[in-house]
């Protein structure tokens, strides 16, 4: 049986934000020790320093500006029931003796909702694209195994 997707939706945006908020806490401790660094009579090395931490936070923004993007998918997915596979739905499929439990909306990895294992992917990955547009007892080929969807919310 498959958890309400408002649950899976919720427990994405959570760690959407926790992303966002360690990669914040990053980029503040990277500042902080920026401005910490002590011009040294080695002006070079303190140059070198200084643009190593601001390539660094430059990085870690460009990260933030991505989850912020996913966090913006994952705020318009529709709740409604699905027919088809599409971007919001939530599936079990078998394969072989292995079930696994699908929510498309954003490549966040594996989440947990109470001991459930789920896998966040988003319709654009190479097996989101394989379960777009098929439906409940249909069987998919991709990387030549068989996934059959069991359940579709």
Known sequence: MLPPKSDIKSLC??????LI???ENVI??????????TKSSAGDKYETSRTQF???????KIQ?????TTKGVLLNINMGKAITVGE????TVSLGNNKLTIYIAAALGTLNHNGLSIQAISLQSPLGMALKGHKEGDTIAF??????IEALA
Do not use: C, P, W
Request: hydrophobic fraction near 35%; charge should be negative; glycine fraction near 4%.
């Open 21 to 23: 908020a360690e990669y």
């Open 28 to 37: 503040a401790e990277l500042q902080k020790g920026m401005f910490e660094e």
């Open 54 to 60: 601001q390539r660094e936070i430059e990085r870690l």
């Open 88 to 91: 919001g739905s939530l599936l």
């Open 64 to 68: 933030i500006s991505q989850v912020h």
């Open 13 to 18: 945006l959570a760690h959407v934000d926790k």
């Open 143 to 148: 990387n030549q195994k068989k996934y059959t």
